[in-house]
């Protein structure tokens, strides 16, 4: 099986650095311009949101040497692009600080020429599973949070249609399935729409 070819193509894409101005990073800026990127460059703090003379950025480069958190518009856990740490120094302290922004990838300062695309590359793949695990834990989350509505409703089939437990979950899930629901949403509306009590009330359940 042929697999996706799921490496960026980095033309046209906008990136920011965050740097203070210095040689260490000038090849970075020059090769990331090659790559086809428009960059733009802030020190001391990235621009905020809500500047609408802005243009919002595709990935991150930023100091990790002298970064601070109050120089991010953003906390570390919503961070909304791909970053990558400028890393000179080594203190276990500024690890430990690029640890918790959450950046996908690295480069060691001087930046040379070397590296740049992969660490771009490896970036938005960390990125982007990033956010495939939260948006999996939210929906988890949230279809914990109906776990009872599921029980009330799985209790009046129970009892409108003398069936065992079992029976009205399969029934349940048979129906969820033709809405092309989840068990948890399926039950969810059958709440909202007042169906959760015994006799002509209770949800319609097919055997």
């Known amino acids: 099986m042929k697999r996706t070819n799921r490496i960026p193509n980095f033309r046209g894409w906008h990136v920011w650095v965050l740097h203070r101005p210095s040689a260490a990073i000038d090849p970075l800026l020059r090769h990331l311009e090659r790559l086809g990127m428009t960059v733009d460059r802030y020190w001391p703090e990235l621009p905020r949101g809500d500047d609408a003379n802005v243009k919002a950025a595709d990935i991150l480069f930023f100091d990790a040497d002298m970064g601070m958190d109050e120089q991010f518009p953003w906390t570390p856990d919503q961070t909304p692009m791909p970053s990558v740490a400028l890393i000179g120094s080594e203190a276990p302290g500024r690890l430990e ?21 992969s660490a771009a590359v490896l970036a938005v793949h960390a990125f982007e599973q990033q956010q495939k695990l939260r948006a999996e834990i939210c929906e988890l989350r949230r279809r914990l949070k109906l776990r009872p509505v599921v029980a009330k409703v799985l209790m009046t089939v129970m009892l409108s249609h003398n069936i065992d437990e079992h029976g009205a979950l399969k029934a349940i899930r048979a129906e969820a399935m033709k809405k092309q629901q989840t068990i948890e949403d399926y039950c969810a509306a059958i709440v909202a729409s007042g169906r959760t009590g015994s006799g002509d009330g209770a949800p319609i359940v097919t055997n």
């Open 97 to 117: 600080w690029v640890l918790s922004r959450q950046s996908g990838a690295h480069l060691q300062k001087p930046v040379s020429t070397a590296g740049v695309f």
